[in-house]
């Protein structure tokens, strides 16, 4: 008789049993494991830069890269007035997630001219675990290049053909 209900009992907490033996993996998307989207962060940065807020978005950029962001974006020399910011694309670098490539397209114009101009960055987005936040690595040769002056050729400039 006591068999029986041992046997009966332990037939009934079997499944409470197997419940406690879920792989540790599936408890990695619950809790401290998570890794929070990339896309909030990436446009509340992209959002900060386009508005002039500089010092805010600075605080995403990678410590290595922020002299040089401040050189480019500062808010009182700045060549760059933004008209328009849009993520185009994201795509994650990593198996886990913790990195993201984002392509994003600016338009701008630098006064005393008007005319708006366009690029396209690559910005690498990394998730900090310590830090528990998103950090980006910037591609600032697009901007550089911005800045330099057009390559044109030197001498005189052909006359147009005859029609």
């Given at each position: 008789m006591a068999l029986r209900r041992f046997v009966l009992c332990l037939s009934l907490a079997a499944p409470l049993l197997g419940g406690c033996a879920v792989p540790v993996a599936i408890f990695?998307?619950?809790g401290?494991?998570?890794i929070p989207d990339v896309d909030p962060v990436s446009n509340a940065y992209n959002q900060d830069l386009r508005w002039g807020r500089v010092r805010q978005a600075s605080t995403a950029v990678v410590?290595?890269?922020?002299?040089?962001?401040f050189e480019l974006f500062d808010e009182d020399q700045s060549t760059f007035h933004f008209t328009s910011v849009e993520v185009l694309s994201s795509a994650p670098r990593s198996i886990d997630g913790r990195e993201v490539d984002v392509l994003v397209a600016w338009e701008y114009y630098s006064p005393p001219a008007l005319d708006e101009r366009k690029l396209r960055q690559k910005q690498t987005w990394r998730y900090i675990d310590l830090e528990?936040?998103?950090e980006v690595e910037l591609d600032f040769e697009v901007f550089e290049a911005a800045l330099q002056p057009a390559l044109r050729p030197?001498?005189?400039v052909p006359a147009s053909p005859a029609r």
């Amino acid at each position: 008789m006591a068999l029986r209900r041992f046997v009966l009992c332990l037939s009934l907490a079997a499944p409470l049993l197997g419940g406690c033996a879920v792989p540790v993996a599936i408890f990695d998307s619950f809790g401290d494991n998570v890794i929070p989207d990339v896309d909030p962060v990436s446009n509340a940065y992209n959002q900060d830069l386009r508005w002039g807020r500089v010092r805010q978005a600075s605080t995403a950029v990678v410590p290595a890269q922020r002299e040089k962001f401040f050189e480019l974006f500062d808010e009182d020399q700045s060549t760059f007035h933004f008209t328009s910011v849009e993520v185009l694309s994201s795509a994650p670098r990593s198996i886990d997630g913790r990195e993201v490539d984002v392509l994003v397209a600016w338009e701008y114009y630098s006064p005393p001219a008007l005319d708006e101009r366009k690029l396209r960055q690559k910005q690498t987005w990394r998730y900090i675990d310590l830090e528990k936040r998103w950090e980006v690595e910037l591609d600032f040769e697009v901007f550089e290049a911005a800045l330099q002056p057009a390559l044109r050729p030197r001498g005189p400039v052909p006359a147009s053909p005859a029609r």
